[in-house]
Nanobody, 123 residues
Framework: QVQLAESGGGVVQAGDSLRLSCASS????????MAWFRQGLGKEREYVAV????????FYTRSVDGRFTISRDNTKSTLYLQMNALKPEDTAVYYC????????????????WGQGTQVTVSS
């Protein structure tokens, strides 16, 4: 089993930056695809960014491309999401997730989830 724990959320103003972290424990995730998802109030969970097992392939949903950067440090078993130029519409609970499949963007393809961290962006 893999345990995931997000941190780094908070309340910021539009245009600010935040960096989310996701620490993993239990079984190694060095060969796992990792991703960030988010879920706004009353909305479905949506894919934000995904990175392959060694970090050399990354993909982003269109609304965050160019503003967010996903990365991972397998030596620390940690996933990151650098979020710049934040907008009010980025307000959501952000979740990290892991899968042993290849690159995937649908929540049902992920087996392990963190508890989420709240990001609130005020205008």
């Amino acid at each position: 089993q893999v345990q995931l724990a997000e941190s780094g959320g908070g309340v910021v103003q539009a245009g600010d930056s935040l960096r989310l972290s996701c620490a993993s424990s239990g079984r190694s995730i060095t060969r796992s695809t990792m991703a960030w998802f988010r879920q706004g109030l009353g909305k479905e969970r949506e894919y934000v960014a995904v990175v392959n097992w060694n970090g050399d392939r990354t993909f982003y949903t269109r609304s965050v491309d160019g503003r967010f950067t996903i990365s991972r440090d397998n030596t620390k078993s940690t996933l990151y999401l650098q979020m710049n130029a934040l907008k009010p519409e980025d307000t959501a609970v952000y979740y990290c997730a892991a899968t042993d499949q290849g690159i995937a963007v649908h929540p049902r393809e992920y087996d392990f989830w963190g508890q989420g961290t709240q990001v609130t962006v005020s205008s």
